[in-house]
């Protein structure tokens, strides 16, 4: 059978990057395997081994047979779209350019980026779903779930042999993700693919081989069906000293009294001429738990960057947040000391060499950086939701150095250092493992309990929205369809 890739005893030249043991790894023709294991565990080490990122000590370490491809060259057949890379550079340039339109940012449209479209092949075409507006837009105005659509689309160009795709339903809608899974199904007819999961949930019919990483170990390759048959890793419980940690953190805030957090009337946005909102009214009171629903590309977004002041359209808009109008004479600043946020674009754009303790206590002053000191008290603080969280241990590491997973935890942590009125979770949970998920679900639950906390959360996981949700607004293409 041919071995399409073939790793022996494989270490990386850079001892930062290496595993806990020499990799042994074999991808053969017919084969499809996904790569399963705990946040930080070495997924993407190994990953990184595979593609040849970093060089392997002994010429003959790793090999690759990619026939009957014409081209030798593992940039042409070996393709990798990872969750971290659907931002472009990773500078909050990004972030930036999606809201503040008056910069006239040279951005390509998704067709430009695709290239021509008679030259698709048939699976970008089954992504992009027949969606002519979709194809018109400019990328930095796509949303988390349809940048994802785009990139999965563009792995796709030059019929590469070998897909590799890591959490390839991060992000996506219920629908997408069965589009997904049916281009997949039908890639996996042509070409061999290699799926990086945290949660064996998202292991797809057509794997045939799951690799279990783990401690920096990634062991022999098993069948997929003995390895659903093992059991899957413990959740526990908030403890006692865990509840009574949460309690006493949760009571070094105080709250702006206000009759309602949130009131929208009559919010229209409107890009390029195309609305991303028409017409919404939305009341949020003090105390509420709303889940915002839609698909991908329904306006969530937008309506989360005007509640957050990250969006300046707001100041054309009849909005009250916290009791005051915006365009009355507040600051940003005084809007976001009461909100806690956490969304897929600042997994990606928040990139700061800063020990994981500073990055949680830049929550404290909505800052991106560190550029105000916290106090002896402040940083007792953070060191107490670290503890709870269960990573007090990460303190001092570098942030730069977690996967991505641990980084997306501790900016989840970051969301509610201050205690804040409002917590506003776009997709928390993205990449977590189950553990870890489960953990955040308990301590997100508890906290909803203590009077007057309000949350608004996004999820495409019906399963991922805590019990605490009491109230639902549903979006489709920028329109109000629900409220509950």
């Known amino acids: 059978m041919q071995e399409i890739i073939k790793i022996t005893q494989g270490v990386t030249r850079l001892p930062e990057r290496r595993m806990a043991q020499p990799v042994d790894f074999s991808l053969c023709d017919g084969e499809h395997i ?35 491809s014409s081209s030798p060259h593992v940039s042409d057949n070996l393709r990798y779209v990872a969750f971290r890379d659907i931002y472009g550079d990773g500078e909050a340039a990004y972030y ?66 070998v897909l590799i795709i890591d959490n390839p339903y991060i992000g996506l809608d219920v629908a997408a993700r069965q589009t997904l899974t049916q281009v997949l199904q039908a890639l996996a007819e042509r070409l061999s693919l290699i799926l990086v999961v945290s949660d064996r949930a998202d292991i797809p019919a057509f794997i045939t081989h799951v690799v279990h990483v783990e401690n920096l170990v990634a062991h022999a390759p098993q069948p997929v069906a003995d390895f659903l048959k093992t059991s899957e890793a413990t959740v526990s419980s908030l403890s006692a000293a865990d509840k009574e940690l949460l309690e006493s953190l949760l009571r070094r805030n105080t709250f702006p009294s206000a009759t309602d957090i949130i009131r929208m009337k009559d919010v229209s946005v409107v890009y390029d001429g195309r609305a991303i909102l028409q017409h919404v009214d939305w009341t949020v009171k003090p105390g509420e738990c709303w889940a915002l629903q839609g698909g991908n590309g329904a306006g969530k977004s937008t309506l989360l960057s005007l509640v957050c002041a990250d969006n300046p359209a707001a100041y054309a808009c009849d909005i009250t947040l916290f009791g005051k109008r915006r365009g009355r004479g507040e600051s940003i600043w005084d809007i976001k000391r009461h909100i806690g946020y956490v969304s897929p674009e600042m997994a990606r754009t928040y990139r700061r060499r800063l020990p994981v303790i500073d990055i949680v206590a830049s929550g404290l002053h909505d800052t991106v950086g560190l550029y105000r000191k916290p106090t002896d008290a402040e940083r007792k603080d953070c060191r107490g939701w670290l503890r709870l969280w269960g990573v007090e241990a990460w303190s001092e590491r570098s942030f730069m150095h977690l996967s991505d997973g641990e980084q997306r935890l501790v900016l989840l942590i970051r969301a509610f250092v201050k205690n804040p009125a409002l917590l506003v979770l776009d997709e928390p949970f993205h990449g977590l493992d189950c553990p870890t998920r489960h953990r955040a679900m308990q301590i997100l639950e508890a906290s909803m309990r203590q009077p007057s906390r309000t949350l608004i959360m996004v999820s495409h996981y019906a399963d991922q929205l805590p019990p605490c949700i009491n109230r639902r607004l549903t979006l489709e293409k920028g329109r109000v369809q629900t409220v509950e």
């Open 34 to 68: 996904a790569i399963v294991g705990a946040n930080g565990s070495g997924k993407s080490r190994l990953v990184d081994i595979i593609r040849a990122a970093f060089p392997l000590q002994g010429d003959t370490a790793i090999s690759y047979d990619f026939g009957p």
């Open 96 to 161: 930036q350019q999606r809201w503040n339109k008056w910069d006239e940012t040279s951005s390509p449209t998704v067709a430009e980026a695709l290239g021509d479209a008679a030259q698709w092949p048939e699976e970008i075409s089954a992504l992009m779903v027949g969606d002519d507006a979709f194809c018109s837009r400019q990328l930095h105005l796509l949303s988390s779930g349809e940048l994802r659509k785009f990139h999965l689309a563009k792995a796709l160009r030059g019929n590469p042999r």
